[in-house]
């Protein structure tokens, strides 16, 4: 594992835990989309049942369980808590899982590495994450607003993909032989996704201003 790889580990459950705090501490889940949590849970529960049969290290398998686990917590939190599920805005929260989920699946079925039910749904899970974000992007484009929290939470989500993306790169070379297509497209669609937020995440703090995104 390089520095890179252990930075964009570490950014993503930073990213995570960002959120649980900012649910758990103020009992409110207002700005958070509950699509894009479920797309993830869906994402982490198809790209790691490997964890059935397989062992590569403690690290990786703590890793796994952590992003799994978390994921539904947020879920729990958003749709049980008797506080927190009050404060769901699901009247924005509307983006149609089927225009991500479908293409995705349909798209893994085509394009993949070998055709076994283990690997389809890994390469699905690396489909559906480069595009899992856009249903919180869309909420926080609806309600203008953006909470600090919030903010933080999508913006260290973007910064772990981006760190990926030098991973990536160190890898490529210094590994020989080392070539990941789907995983690179895919990453590099989803760190452009989030460009748009990156400029006026950057621009707000900048101008010590509340981050806000146009319509």
């Known amino acids: 594992m390089n520095i890179f790889r252990l930075a964009g580990d570490m950014t993503h459950l930073l990213s995570i835990v960002t959120l649980l705090l900012k649910i758990h501490a103020t009992k409110s889940c207002a700005g958070v989309s509950l699509r894009t949590q ?3 849970a869906l994402v982490f529960l198809t790209r790691y049942l490997d964890l059935l049969f397989s062992f590569i290290s403690v690290y990786n398998t703590v890793m796994k369980v952590i992003f799994i686990s978390t994921a539904f917590t947020i879920i729990w939190y958003m749709r049980r808590h008797k506080v927190v599920s009050q404060t769901y805005d699901k009247d924005n929260d509307t983006f149609r899982y089927i225009f991500l989920v479908g293409p995705c699946a349909v798209l893994a079925l085509l394009i993949n590495h070998d055709f076994t ?3 389809v749904l ?3 899970s690396i489909y559906l ?3 899992a974000i856009l249903p919180q992007l869309v909420l926080l484009q609806r309600t203008k607003n953006v909470d600090t929290l919030t ?5 260290l989500l973007g910064a772990y993909r981006g760190l990926y993306l030098l ?3 160190y890898r490529y070379f210094t ?5 990941q297509w789907i995983v690179w497209t895919s990453g590099i669609v989803q760190t452009a996704i989030y460009c748009d937020f990156f400029f006026y995440y950057i621009k707000s703090w900048r101008n010590n201003e ?3 995104l146009p319509s």
């Not at 590994?175 to 070539?179: L, S, W």
């Open 38 to 40: 479920e797309l993830y």
């Open 117 to 119: 039910v283990t690997e």
């Open 122 to 124: 890994w390469t699905f």
């Open 129 to 131: 994450e480069a595009v």
């Open 151 to 155: 903010g933080n939470y999508v913006f």
């Open 167 to 169: 991973n990536w790169i």
């Open 175 to 179: 590994e020989i032989g080392y070539r």
């Open 210 to 212: 509340r981050l806000s």
